[in-house]
């Protein structure tokens, strides 16, 4: 099911909804991601970040709100944001944005069905950091695409700057039956959300420092999925917790990661 797709989302709320006669949360948790410069990403693949990560949202939330508000306070609302939609990370420009745009929605949801007067859904807004879900060789990489995989790979396995998508799962779970508005995961997602909060143009700069040591923009149009790359970094030793990950949650790691 294409959740980007309006049609599709609808329908899939209206099957759920059928089949079990009410709906009782809702978890908008659907994306993609590509990791290549601004200037190596076509307009095709920004729209299917929005597509993916933010609309998907609004038409699942949307089509569902009616069963929803039958079941008032008790029914919940998560939608799983990033810190990539607090703090905007280099190359990753489609994801940031489509994260930011999802971030406004939640916060927008909050304000309209679950403070005050309002007596709907409660709704709780999830920030993880890098999570290691092995979702690495599922996200595109462009430009120079070996060299986008290493880095980012890199970033999703390291123990302390990442969360375990179990832990964190747990976590989702226990915020949203407390009906709690915000919930941030990894140690990752608390420090740039401090640090953008009391000083928002010092981590942009930081981010620009970080973009200068990734790789330059080539020119190149098209992404590669991760598992298609071949790419060296795959067996590295320094990307195990992502590669278990990815068997774990059948990600389909290639042969060079099992």
Not at 28 to 39: E, F, L, R, S, Y
Not at 182 to 193: A, N, Q, R
Request: net charge positive; hydrophobic share 45%; glycine share 10%.
């Amino acid at each position: 099911c294409d959740l980007g797709d309006r049609a599709a989302a609808e329908a899939f709320i209206d099957g759920v909804a059928r089949a079990f006669g009410r709906i009782d949360v809702l978890v908008n948790n659907a994306g993609v991601i590509q990791v290549a410069p601004m200037q190596d990403l076509r307009v095709e693949e920004l729209d299917e970040a929005m597509r993916s990560n933010y609309w998907s949202a609004v038409y699942a939330t949307r089509r569902a709100l009616p069963h929803l508000e039958k079941q008032g306070r008790a029914a919940r609302i998560v939608n799983v944001t990033s810190i990539g939609g607090r703090v905007a990370v280099p190359h990753l420009l489609g994801y940031n944005a489509s994260k930011f745009a999802m971030m406004g929605f939640s916060e927008s949801l909050q304000a309209e069905l679950s403070y005050g007067s309002a007596r709907g859904p409660r709704v709780t807004t999830v920030i993880p950091g890098p999570m290691r879900t092995g979702s690495i060789y599922n996200a595109e990489f462009g430009g120079d695409p070996r060299r986008e995989f290493g880095w980012f790979g890199l970033a999703s396995s390291i123990p302390l700057a990442t969360i375990d998508a179990r832990r964190a799962a747990r976590r989702v779970v226990a915020a949203a039956r407390e009906g709690r508005a915000e919930v941030k995961l990894g140690l990752s997602s608390h420090l740039l959300s401090w640090a953008h909060g009391v000083a928002p143009q010092m981590t942009v700069r930081l981010m620009g420092l970080v973009n200068a040591l990734l790789p330059a923009p080539r020119g190149a149009a098209g992404t590669t999925r991760g598992r298609d790359l071949r790419a060296p970094a795959q067996g590295s030793a320094l990307l195990r917790l992502s590669n278990e990950a990815a068997r774990r949650n059948n990600e389909a790691p290639p042969e060079a990661a099992r």
